[in-house]
């Protein structure tokens, strides 16, 4: 089963990079950044929606509703926190440094539910070989983000006001790493995994739409509009294949070597979407540091892994 499992949760890394790419284009057609959101949001749900009356089994019962806590359909809400902070600070701080923080904040939170065993995860204790992979993980992602260089002038002299967000960035890490957990309780509660992950993407799409009819200014133009393209919108689509591997699978190899695996894959992604300028991106060629900081991030997760199999 593992065997299986390790992949689709790296090729769900993979297209989480990718998602971000498409996200970031809808963002620039649309100019306001929550419509953006809103709309990657909505395909999905239309797509869950449509899979949960076409494969409605297993079916939940009644009871199953009832273990279902208040705060597990808000695993959806407590994951896209990273993405608000990207839409809110990332010109206040630069991209580098928001990357760097919210990975930092979801690998220090997957060790940590993992030692502590809460939101349904098993129980491992403290275990140094994996906290000691988490910190290697680290410094991989300082060297992938220092190796990018100034992508722009933006992210110079980003001064005082721009790291007193640091510790809020960190914590939105930290939240994306607990969604993916709520996410695998609200499956076992629920029964039904599409049903699940439906019922997860719903308070997100209500959350943007309400910011958006609160905050509806710029408003995109139609010259705006009709530069999206039919595949923008899919982004949601691409990327919310990581919230289905969540919902399946974190509860079986642990949120560290889960959120470590899929980090691992979604920054190569990104490194190599970088280095060709694909989808949209600015082409920005690998250097060693970066190419140093891939291979120090894949040997920390692999500690992790091997620290979790003892």
Aim: charged share 10%.
């Amino acid at each position: 089963m593992l065997a299986f499992t390790y992949p689709l949760i790296v090729l769900s890394g993979a297209f989480q990079a990718m998602g971000a790419a498409l996200s970031a284009l809808l963002r620039k057609s649309l100019v306001n950044p929550w419509l953006a959101a809103f709309v990657t949001f909505v395909p999905i749900i239309i797509v869950l929606t449509f899979v949960v009356f076409a494969i409605p089994f297993p079916l939940p019962q009644m009871d199953s509703f009832a273990k279902i806590r208040w705060y597990d359909a808000f695993g959806g809400v407590a994951g896209s926190a990273a993405v608000v902070a990207g839409l809110l600070f990332v010109d206040k701080v630069g991209s580098g440094p928001l990357n760097g923080l919210t990975v930092t904040g979801n690998i220090l939170a997957s060790l940590a539910l993992d030692a502590f065993g809460v939101l349904g995860l098993q129980k491992s204790g403290f275990e140094p070989l994996p906290w000691i992979g988490g910190t290697v993980m680290i410094v991989g992602v300082i060297g992938i983000t220092l190796g990018a260089g100034k992508k722009d002038d933006e992210e110079e002299g980003k001064g005082l006001a721009g790291k007193l967000l640091y510790p809020f960035i960190l914590v939105c890490g930290g939240l994306q790493a607990i969604g993916a957990a709520l996410n695998a309780e609200l499956r076992h509660a629920v029964t039904n995994p599409w049903m699940a992950a439906d019922l997860s993407f719903i308070p997100v799409a209500s959350l943007f739409l309400l910011i958006f009819i609160l905050r509806p200014m710029p408003l995109p133009t139609r010259d705006d509009v009709a530069t999206v393209r039919w595949w923008m919108p899919t982004a949601g689509l691409v990327g919310a294949l990581a919230v289905f591997t969540g919902l399946l699978f974190i509860d079986k190899v642990g949120a560290g070597v889960f959120n470590g695996l899929l980090i691992t894959a979604n920054l190569i992604m990104a490194v190599v979407l970088d280095h060709f300028g694909w989808l949209g991106m600015k082409k920005t060629p690998i250097t060693k540091l970066r190419l140093a900081g891939v291979v120090v991030t894949i040997i920390g997760i692999l500690m992790i892994s091997i620290g979790k199999m003892h």
